[in-house]
């Protein structure tokens, strides 16, 4: 099956036998009825297993080539469930420039717990290995990352995972799986914050991990319902609805990403564009060789490099909107310094390049003469 047919039917035959509904149903439902003491029919508590969820999770399995879908309450949730599969004493290489949520997760609770963690420049392979030591279990990556747009090698990071017996994980977010397929180039794990482009619509936070070993599924499985971070059905279900239409969001996304990049890149009040299909992009060869294209986030600086000016700009936007979050069909600006990576310290934060006047572009499918329209007001 190719892609553009999976994301409508992959992983969802036979959802409902009962009465054949072409959407899997809502199983609004916490417990299943048993017949004698463990005599049920696939489902006993809603925690440990729902229809509803499953359907979700074969989906997540089946747009990433994987074999294995889990779905968790958020992507913070899913990301936690990975390092739960780490003990005292373990340590993790990843990107020095990542979600800031991630990074509050991994220094201000996991390290508490006695993970140390490398923050490294990625895009440049040759920094990693000399973080790996015999101690390292995990390589945590994020590409593009967020929100600096940089691109990692995923196939370099699978040659160094397989090299010194390490689990790579992939935080393929912004990318999402119609641009790249981190398991299919050698990656153990893919996350996702579906809240995202797989969600689609802004209107449900929900999180994924998708692995094609059998044994390391059973791991996170048993992670999932221990700890208890599931999604429910009602969400689950508008994730399904989203993933349908996931591949003519993304090719409108990609379109409209591309033009708002050139017209950035020429705009005498910007500094500089961040979006990895730009040819002055510096990690632009690797993003050709591993995305189908280059998707729809943008980051960009105000020429001066003063927040006053940067928060005009957005706070003046009025098809964009003023938010936290991305890949929704609506298009949505954010100033990554006092938002959504105002968990990192200012100084490392500004090492990485999120500078205070840096903003960032979450480019929706609205026609592109208005989003052009609308931020050259804004700019203006
Ligand atoms: O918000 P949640 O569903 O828990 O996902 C966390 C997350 C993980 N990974 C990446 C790359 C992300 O961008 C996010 C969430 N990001 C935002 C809310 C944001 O505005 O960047």
Redesign the pocket.
């Known amino acids: 099956m190719k892609f553009n047919t999976k994301t409508i039917h992959g992983g969802q035959h036979n959802v409902d036998p009962a009465y054949g509904a072409v959407m899997p149903p809502i199983y609004q439902t916490s417990t299943y009825s048993q017949t004698t003491p463990g005599g049920h029919k696939g489902y006993e508590y809603s925690r440990s297993g729902n229809p509803t969820r499953t359907a979700l999770e074969n989906a997540f399995a089946s747009l990433e080539n994987g074999k294995f879908g889990l779905a968790f309450s958020?992507?913070?949730?899913a990301?936690d469930a990975v390092l739960k599969l780490l003990k005292p004493g373990d340590e993790v290489v990843s990107t020095n420039d990542?979600?800031g949520?991630?990074y509050r997760l991994f220094t201000k609770i996991y390290q508490d717990f006695g993970i140390k963690f490398h923050f490294v420049g990625m895009q440049d392979a040759s920094a990693i290995e000399k973080h790996i030591n015999k101690n390292t279990k995990l390589l945590w990556v994020?590409t593009p990352t967020?929100?600096m747009m940089n691109i990692i090698d995923i196939k370099a990071c699978a040659v160094l995972s397989k090299k010194h017996n390490l689990l790579l994980a992939v935080?393929n977010?912004?990318a999402t799986p119609y641009l790249q397929q981190p398991l299919e180039i050698g990656a153990d794990i893919v996350?996702h914050?579906?809240?995202?482009y797989l969600g689609g619509h802004s209107d449900v936070?929900?999180?994924a991990l998708i692995v094609k070993d059998e044994k390391l599924a059973e791991r996170l499985y048993f992670i999932q319902n221990a700890s208890g971070a599931v999604c429910g059905p009602q969400d689950s279900f508008l994730v399904l609805r989203g993933i349908k239409t996931l591949h003519i969001r993304m090719q409108r996304h990609c379109e409209n990403g591309k033009a708002i990049a050139e017209y950035l890149t020429s705009h005498p009040k910007i500094e500089k564009v961040y979006w990895p299909g730009l040819p002055s992009h510096p990690n632009h060869e690797i993003a050709k060789k591993q995305m189908k294209d280059f998707g729809g986030m943008i980051s960009f600086t105000t020429k001066g490099n003063i927040m006053a000016d940067a928060i005009k700009v957005v706070e003046r936007l009025k098809i964009f909107t003023l938010a936290?979050?991305?890949g929704g069909v609506e298009s949505l600006a954010?100033h990554p310094a006092s938002?959504?990576h105002a968990s990192i310290p200012k100084v490392e934060r500004e090492k990485t390049g999120v500078v205070d006047s840096l903003i960032r572009l979450s480019v929706g499918i609205e026609d592109i003469d208005d989003l052009i329209a609308d931020l050259k007001q804004a700019l203006g």
């Open positions: 958020s992507g913070l949730a990301i990542l979600y949520g991630s994020e967020n929100p935080d977010t912004f996350m914050s579906a809240t995202k936070v929900i999180g936290e979050s991305l954010g938002m959504t």
